[in-house]
Each structure stands twice: as C-alpha cells, then as structure tokens.
C-alpha cells in the first residue's frame, strides 16, 4: 500500500509517505493513515521530519516492549502529535 500512496505528491515535494500510527505500533495499512509527509526544506537526511517522526516510532515500540507505557497510550499520542516524544526519544 505504501509504495502507492501519492506517488506525484511525493515526489515534486521530495516527501515521505508516513502513516499516521505506524504499523509497528499497531496502525493499519489503508488510506486513511497515510499522508505524504516534507520538510524542512534544505535540511540534511537525518533532520527531515519523517526521518525524526520514525526515529520517535521506535523509541515509542522500545517504550510499549519495556511496559513502559500502553500500546493505546502511544497510539492515540502518536496520532495527535508525534513530536511530542521527540525530545525524550533523542535522550534516550
């Protein structure tokens, strides 16, 4: 599903299709949790918003695997603001 998403829109913004709550976490593989996903423009790789938003992805399915916070916690976090955890994910 994720190679179809939005390929023209991808691609003339040089985005990321992201998914809203990742599978890993549990989110589901249709339309309605992707989104084309940019910026900042000119930053390096590691600093483009999907690159820090999967960095947070895995910092949260390290969190759930460790009991440190609920699956439900870290889905409905994720899908209201994934930036949110970013700087307890670069501490960690």
Same mark, same amino acid.
Request: charged letters at 20%.
């Given at each position: ?30 339309l309605d ?8 423009? !000119? ?18 399915? %390290? @969190?759930? +695997?460790? !009991? ?8 409905t976090g ?8 970013? %700087? @307890?994910? +670069?501490?960690?």
């Amino acid at each position: 599903m994720k190679s179809r998403i939005l390929p023209e829109i991808t691609e003339a913004y040089k985005a990321a299709n992201s998914i809203v709550v990742p599978l890993e976490l549990g989110g589901a593989d249709t339309l309605d949790n992707f989104w084309p996903q940019c910026g900042p423009t !000119g930053a390096p790789l590691p600093q483009r918003f999907f690159k820090e938003k999967e960095f947070v992805e895995n910092y949260l399915a %390290n @969190q759930i +695997k460790s !009991g440190r916070i609920s699956l439900f916690t870290a889905q409905t976090g994720i899908a209201k603001g994934w930036t949110q955890w970013l %700087n @307890q994910a +670069k501490a960690e």
